[in-house]
């Protein structure tokens, strides 16, 4: 596919950057493989967009260093950067037709003339929408905006694709749609990517790598699955995923909850602790000697969501398989089991 | 009484009141033109009615008045020219970096603008006389045309109306930033985005700078500058019914020019906007994509 070039590595090393008292980036240091793609995720105002437009040049840094396939970049203008960028708001030109938008993104980046149709054809292709060259902005949804935006990024075949929030103006159903199609064709072209969203699981789904963010530093960064399986910190816990905080009794490795015994991971606190358990990491059994009081069972699909409520008042969320539910009742009892899954204490 | 004939009977009282509203409108604006016309007609102590002084204008007349007249509309044209261009190329950069860059100051830049609104424009004049001794005398000449830099001030407050609303109604941050991570200078991004994307409030502005200009009488009159006002002032004091009978064609013709303008804009309007039937009526995509409009 000629959209594709070898991927390049990135890197950025102790950045920093200040909106007034604000340090939107505080010493964030994050390194790309070739034709990776990273999540950056967090609450809002944690720095991850300003670290995306740091990348792009579209924002300045105050201290560190930006390489790209080992070029230093920081000291360049975002329009001499060789990225692309989709935003969370339409930007497609109102006054240009899909083609033209490709085109003029083509020219700006000085592809000869004999060459932008092919490159158009084919990156329209790409997203699906060959069909739709010329029309414009104001007459497509919102999803087919958005693939024009991406077909346009990577039209111009960039080193680094960078994607604010792609997805976020758009409805569930497109969202989940286009979320997966952006992962298809980023690791089908290869390039690298650094996409930025506040939604975990869009994060989780799409990255091949999670970088989650706090106050303008990178909290933890490891693939979706260390992430919400080994959180390092409590807020990484609590921000991905449902967790329930236990109190319990922390020492060497072991934690004593609820009157079981659940392992820790490393970095755990001792004492006297909050143990964060995932509610699918809590089985359920309707016994009239339980613990613990049904307060909702709320139906998800495959599984149903069921709050519990502890003897001292504490509110749990566990998951459970909906066949089991079926057996559990609003206010009846049940014993708890908590799987023997390494949790973190706080 | 039928659903039907009530629908009909109040459709019917809609289209009259329609077209009494659209009649008064007419009748106020033509009522002054059928009355200049008439005064450039008729010999006021007589009430001959002849044609005389449309042939002067039209047949050569060698008393001189006409060549001031022709002075005076060459030069309000060059200077709408030189406004026009002016004004939009001091305003339109401004605002955009001072949106995108600095809008602390955008309350400044507005009330800057909007000031030559409060103050009259004989006052204005007033503080423009040694100004313009100045420029006469030492760094221009007396060419009347130098006086555009005046009407930009002027023009300035309606400019400055018309471009912030044109810039308010597009998205310009995520624009200029997509133009720029495409590689695009900032002239680039001036002339290929910002421009088509303001242009029906550039065209406003436009018109009502013309407008302003071609009818502007004193600061030419204080500043002694011929300009269509003060030539038409000057023939006018010798004789009004060739002074009427050019102001109606000056009105015709400035009229003429707006709607031509305006007629122009909109057509390439509608032939942007065209492609919207044919496409929306074929619109099942041959794609996985979804096809619902947002």
Redesign the interface.
């Known amino acids: 596919m000629t959209l594709s070039r070898s991927a390049v590595p990135v890197s950025m090393a102790h950045l920093s950057r200040a909106f007034g008292s604000v340090r939107a980036l505080d010493d964030f240091s994050l390194d790309l493989a070739p034709g990776e793609m990273v999540c950056l995720l967090g609450p809002s105002g944690c720095g991850k967009t300003t670290a995306l437009r740091a990348l792009?040049?579209?924002e300045d840094i105050d201290a560190g260093s930006i390489t790209v396939d080992g070029v230093e970049v920081s000291g360049v203008?975002?329009?001499?950067?060789d990225?692309?960028?989709v935003?969370q708001?339409?930007?497609l030109?109102?006054?240009m037709?899909v083609a033209d938008n490709i085109s003029?993104?083509l020219e700006?980046?000085?592809v000869p003339r004999a060459e932008r149709t092919r490159i158009l054809e084919e990156s329209l292709e790409l997203v699906?929408?060959?069909?739709?060259g010329?029309?414009?902005a104001h007459?497509?949804?919102?999803?087919?905006q958005q693939?024009v935006a991406l077909a346009?990024a990577l039209a111009?075949r960039p080193q680094v694709l960078?994607l604010d929030e792609p997805l976020s103006a758009?409805?569930a159903?497109?969202r989940v749609?286009l979320r997966d199609e952006i992962r298809r064709i980023q690791s089908e072209i290869g390039i690298t990517a650094l996409f930025v969203t506040h939604d975990q699981e869009e994060a989780l789904a799409i990255a091949d790598r999670v970088g989650v963010m706090q106050e303008g530093r990178l909290e933890q960064i490891g693939t979706p699955e260390e992430i919400y399986t080994a959180p390092r910190s409590g807020f990484v816990a609590d921000f991905i995923g449902v967790t329930n905080r236990l109190a319990g009794r922390a020492a060497s490795g072991v934690a004593d909850v609820l009157g079981q015994r659940v392992p820790l991971l490393d970095g755990s606190a001792d004492g006297d602790v909050a143990v964060l358990v995932r509610p699918e990491n809590i089985e359920l059994e309707p016994d009239a000697a339980g613990s613990a009081e049904v307060v909702v069972v709320g139906f998800l699909g495959a599984h149903s969501r069921v709050q519990l409520r502890l003897q001292d008042g504490t509110l749990v969320s566990a998951q459970v398989p909906v066949s089991e539910a079926h057996a559990l009742t609003v206010g009846g009892r049940v014993a708890l089991r908590l799987r023997p899954v390494p949790a973190l204490a706080v | 009484m039928s659903g039907t004939t009530i629908q009909r009977d109040r459709r019917r009282r809609q289209a009259i009141f329609r077209w009494v509203v659209l009649g008064l409108a007419l009748l106020y604006f033509l009522v002054p033109m059928v009355s200049l016309f008439d005064f450039s007609i008729r010999f006021p102590l007589t009430g001959n009615v002849d044609l005389d002084s449309w042939a002067a204008l039209f047949g050569g007349d060698d008393s001189g008045r006409l060549d001031m007249l022709g002075e005076g509309l060459t030069n309000s044209l060059i200077m709408a020219v030189m406004t026009v261009v002016i004004s939009l190329a001091l305003l339109l950069p401004t605002m955009v970096l001072v949106k995108l860059k600095s809008p602390q100051f955008s309350r400044a830049v507005e009330f800057i603008s909007l000031l030559p609104l409060t103050i009259p424009a004989v006052v204005l004049v007033v503080g423009l006389a040694p100004i313009y001794l100045v420029i006469s005398t030492r760094i221009l000449d007396s060419n009347t045309i130098w006086l555009a830099f005046a009407y930009v001030i002027l023009v300035l407050p309606f400019v400055y109306r018309s471009l912030d609303a044109g810039l308010r109604a597009i998205d310009l941050k995520t624009l200029t930033e997509t133009a720029r991570s495409f590689g695009a200078s900032w002239w680039t991004i001036m002339v290929r985005v910002i421009v088509p994307n303001v242009r029906t409030a550039i065209i406003s502005a436009v018109f009502i700078s013309v407008a302003l200009v071609l009818g502007e009488f004193t600061f030419a009159r204080m500043l002694a500058r011929t300009n269509l006002q003060t030539a038409l002032f000057q023939i006018n004091l010798s004789d009004g019914q060739i002074a009427a009978a050019v102001s109606l064609i000056a009105l015709g013709g400035t009229t003429i020019l707006l709607v031509l303008l305006d007629l122009v804009v909109g057509l390439r309007e509608a032939a942007r906007r065209r492609p919207e039937e044919p496409l929306a009526a074929a619109a099942p995509a041959p794609t996985p994509t979804e096809t619902s409009a947002s």
């Open positions: 792009s040049g579209l203008p975002a329009n001499k950067r990225m692309a960028m935003f708001s339409y930007s030109f109102p006054h037709t003029f993104a700006l980046r000085k699906g929408l060959g069909a739709h010329n029309r414009y007459q497509l949804s919102g999803g087919q693939r346009r111009v960078l758009l409805d159903k497109v749609q």
